[in-house]
């Protein structure tokens, strides 16, 4: 299920997002470190001062297909994959005749409410049929202000939606903040590319799935119904503004008073959605992101007709739930947004896409289990270890910089010095007894997680700012950063190889799960996040000099990745990817010196004929090991701010000092850039 009305729009992530995973691992009697490389997948006949990539993950890539029912594959998805029995485990364990509205009887009905297919094909579409009927008697477009509420609470795409974060003028109080939506495919390129092939080719099959799915709930009109759902989205689409436009923290803080909502949209009911949504006498004032947008979407408000609106919102109240509905539905909608958009031949058996369900319903009811049963104490121990490190090493390294001046340094390591890391799991967890959840009713229990999630976040308003909260379960292998709260969190299934190998020398460790720490740190410090301080306030803290030279080198770094081209045709956005760019680059500098600190002087030992400088970058290389479907690819590029993984090899490792002296790189060698064309910011 989607989740609404999320505050964790800004979190920086380290990968894209998808459900998660992890193995237990064990520390032998007798430890004998490891080199923690993993051999087998190197590739000896490409040079790593050729392509750092090909060499490292060569033979992975030959070795390995693209599981059947996946979009792509590699060291996360192998370890998302693998959490899902352990989290299947866990379900099963918890009991089906557990007391009513313990945490066991939530966890295991959700299951079981989604595993009863013969039920679940025998209803059809009747579980949300009551909701179809009530977009079907709208009387006027007066009313879409409530329909679009409802939305927003079910987590249905919807043209715009709400979400609660920290004011970014004053981090001390939650605010609400409107931003665009409305759309079925990934991006408004998806529409308004022309002279693009493939996404064009989109286009038609989607306006195709949409007819099909409204033939099935009995539209006599679907065809025209879905075309006219496609202009309308377009003219959605063509109001948006891009992602890149999106990634500016100060263009999108629009602070607008209630009552001057309706010099922004003249004649749209804001009372009747404030009302509607609950949101009505918690706030003073909603931070719009997108002015120009809301205009425009009220613009098309007034100009298409109530049936064109109507059909819409059947269409997109339809899609938030045909996962959960019968099999003819839920095969229909993997057909268009698995296999036609994102390439995957097969869906997930049933049991994968249940533990999914409960991932996003009951998150951290499954995460209290999984630490407990799967995390041990030794590798929070010496996670916090590698933190500091890494900490102290940015703090000598900002000191160090040549190109900033001493009053930008002071604000910087004032910012550093305020950072919070949260490593493992929540010390307070989500408390769920007030979420009903029933061993017979899917569709009820879906909304009454979507409606327990709203309430959750809409209850902050005018309370304390949260800083216990997590934005990721404890079983998700990724890691983020959020500048309001600036803090770097990395969930406990992140800490287990090739990331985290508590049997490996620090070499190996430094360079993968060191340079992820070092990424998450750097987001504080990179295009967005260098523009808030250390309490999460949108504040200028660079002096006019050190700002320019600040963008001078970034500028250089987007120069440089988008003349990397994936797949024929599609370059990476170097706009749309500066940050996680940033982020790569600064992260594994700083990791290669906390590893060069906790080696105290010494000389690192030689393991399996690496040297700890050489084990260092392939550590970070191997992390990166993936393949992708090509509709994956291509979506993601329209989508993701990360660079494809083996541009986050390539790209990064060619702007380290360090990487070129461990493998001795010469002008002749294809890795090799000359030393003023090399960008190093942190
Ligand atoms: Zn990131």
């Known amino acids: 299920m989607k989740k609404v009305f999320t505050s964790t729009s800004l979190l920086l992530m380290l990968t894209a997002c998808a459900p998660s995973a992890k193995t237990p691992q064990t520390v032998a009697a007798n430890p004998q470190l490891l080199s923690g490389i993993d051999t087998q997948w190197i590739d000896t006949s490409v040079r790593i001062q050729d392509d750092a990539n090909l060499h490292v993950n060569g033979n992975w890539i030959k070795k390995n297909e693209i599981p059947a029912d996946k979009s792509a594959w590699g060291a996360f998805y192998e370890l998302r994959d693998a ?20 945490d066991a009887q939530k966890i295991s009905d959700l299951y079981a409410s989604f595993m009863d297919e013969t039920s679940i094909n025998a209803l059809g579409v009747s579980p949300i049929a009551s909701q179809l009927e009530s977009i079907n008697a709208l009387k006027s477009k007066q009313q879409i202000p409530t329909v679009i509420a409802q939305f927003n609470r079910v987590g249905a795409t919807a043209p715009y ?83 890149v436009e999106n990634r500016d923290p100060v263009k999108t803080y629009n602070r607008v008073e209630l009552s001057e909502l309706n010099k922004l949209t003249p004649g749209y009911d804001w009372n009747q959605y404030l009302t509607e949504s609950d949101i009505k006498g918690k706030v003073d004032y909603l931070v719009v992101s997108q002015p120009s947008y809301l205009k425009g979407f009220n613009a098309l408000l007034k100009s ?5 609106w109507k059909a819409y919102f059947r269409w997109h109240l339809l899609n ?63 996670m916090e ?22 009053e930008t340094k002071k604000e910087a390591q004032a910012k550093l010095a305020t950072f919070n890391p949260k490593i493992g799991y929540p010390n307070k967890w989500i408390d769920y007894t007030t979420l009903v959840i029933s061993k017979n009713d899917l569709i009820g229990n879906i909304n009454r997680a979507s409606q327990f999630e ?26 983020y950063y959020n500048p309001e709260l600036n803090e770097i969190v990395f969930p406990a299934a992140i800490m287990q190889p090739p990331f985290f190998n508590i049997n490996a020398d620090d070499a190996v460790n430094y360079g993968a799960i060191g340079a992820v720490i070092g990424h998450e740190i750097s987001h504080g410090f990179d295009d967005q ?35 990397y081209i994936p797949v024929p045709g599609y370059p990476v956005n170097g706009e749309l990817t500066l940050g996680e760019n940033i982020a790569d ?31 260092f970058y392939v550590g970070f290389s191997q992390v990166w090991r993936s393949k992708f479907r090509e509709e994956e690819a291509i979506s993601r590029i329209k989508a993701d701010p990360h660079s494809p993984p083996q541009f986050r090899v390539i790209g990064t490792l060619k702007n380290q000092p360090g990487f070129y002296k461990a493998f001795d790189l010469k002008e002749s060698d294809k890795m090799y850039l000359a030393p003023g064309e090399r960008v190093i910011i942190w």
């Open 385 to 406: 270890k590698l933190v500091g490190n890494l900490l102290i090493a940015y703090r000598t390294s900002i000191d160090t910089l040549d190109w900033m001046s001493p």
């Open 320 to 382: 938030n739930y045909a996962s959960y509905l019968s099999k003819n539905f839920s095969d229909e909608s993997f057909a268009f947004y698995g296999t036609a958009l994102r390439g995957i031949p097969e869906p997930e058996p049933r049991w994968k896409r249940a533990v999914r369900l409960e991932e996003g319903a009951l998150g951290e009811l499954l995460g209290k289990l999984y630490v407990a049963k799967y995390f041990p104490p030794q590798h929070k121990a010496r």
């Open 585 to 615: 680059n600064s992260g594994l500098a700083i990791a290669y010196k906390a590893y060069l600190i906790s080696l105290n002087g010494k000389p690192a030992p030689i393991i399996e004929g690496y040297t700890g400088e050489q084990r």
């Open 304 to 308: 298409q007709p109530l049936s064109v």
């Open 83 to 102: 959490t899902l029995p352990q989290l299947k485990g866990i379900i099963e364990n918890a009991g089906s005749s557990a007391e009513t509205n313990s």
């Open 454 to 479: 709203y309430n959750r976040n809409l209850n902050k308003l005018g309370k304390p700012i949260d800083r216990d909260e997590w934005g990721m379960t404890p079983q998700t292998v990724n890691a």
């Open 529 to 563: 996040g260098s523009q808030y301080d250390g309490h999460g306030n949108l504040r200028d803290w660079w002096t006019k000099e050190d700002h320019e030279k600040f963008s001078a080198k970034t500028q250089q770094l987007v120069k440089q990745y988008s003349a």
């Open 161 to 243: 939606e709400p979400a609660v974060h920290q004011d970014a003028k004053d981090s001390t109080k939650y605010i609400v903040d409107i931003g665009q939506s409305g759309l079925g495919l990934p991006d408004r390129d998806y529409y308004l590319k022309d002279d693009d092939v493939k996404l064009k080719d989109i286009r038609v099959k989607y306006q195709a799935h949409i007819t099909k799915m409204l033939g099935m709930i009995g539209d006599t009109n679907a065809a025209a119904n879905a075309k006219n759902i496609l202009s309308l989205e377009t003219a959605i689409a063509k109001a948006q503004w891009t992602k």
